[in-house]
């Protein structure tokens, strides 16, 4: 595990004890949402079933076509969620109560964005969307319209975003630039900086599992020189 500490300047990582040993690849994280969010609730030709508790909200897709809505995090007062619908692919959509509304087309027509790993973060809705020739990074739904935040893994590779956590203010997720490979790296709103190169050079750390505990951010992380 590594801790990082929210005074530290530079987002410098401390390695706390080296538990587990072998290599671990990069994997597949499970993606968190906001606080209060549902999250993963499953829809077939007959929608979305809100907090599973209650009737399909409304029918996305056509006969033919089986969408299925997938990660669900608060945005702009409204439950947003990834659905596919064969006129605009597989995109944002969002659910304020009463209807449910095609919140962002980021791939126009019938292309999928294939948004995933929502977070809610300042009032704004962030996730990681796959266009090109940027690949897949981070967003976010601002004023109602979808921004790319930036093209971390400088086009046409994608940084893949992934743990993403709120920490200190801030949107902590791991992504590889390609140059210093998997590490992690922090949104504060305002800039995106490589947090902490915890296996320096093109190596990757691959920093998981990540756990808040007495103001200090817990994480596993893969080190050559431990």
Known sequence: PTRRSSDRPGGIADSVDHVGGGDRGEGGDVPRAAEGAVVGAEGGERGADVGDVGPAVDHIGGADHRNCPARESPGDGAVTEMAGLAETGTEVWKYDGRKLSLAADIVP?????????????????????????????????????????????????SSKPSEMTIFDDKIVFRANDGISGLELWQWDGTEIVLAADINKGPGSSNPRDFTEMNGFLYMAADSSGL
């Not at 020739?133 to 930036?150: A, D, M, T």
């Open 109 to 157: 027509g019938e292309g999928h964005s294939v948004p995933a790993r929502f977070i809610g973060f300042h009032g704004e809705l962030y996730f990681t969307a796959l266009k090109e020739p940027y690949g897949r990074e981070l967003w976010r739904l601002h004023n109602g319209s979808p921004e790319l935040i930036k093209d971390i893994g400088n086009s046409p590779q």
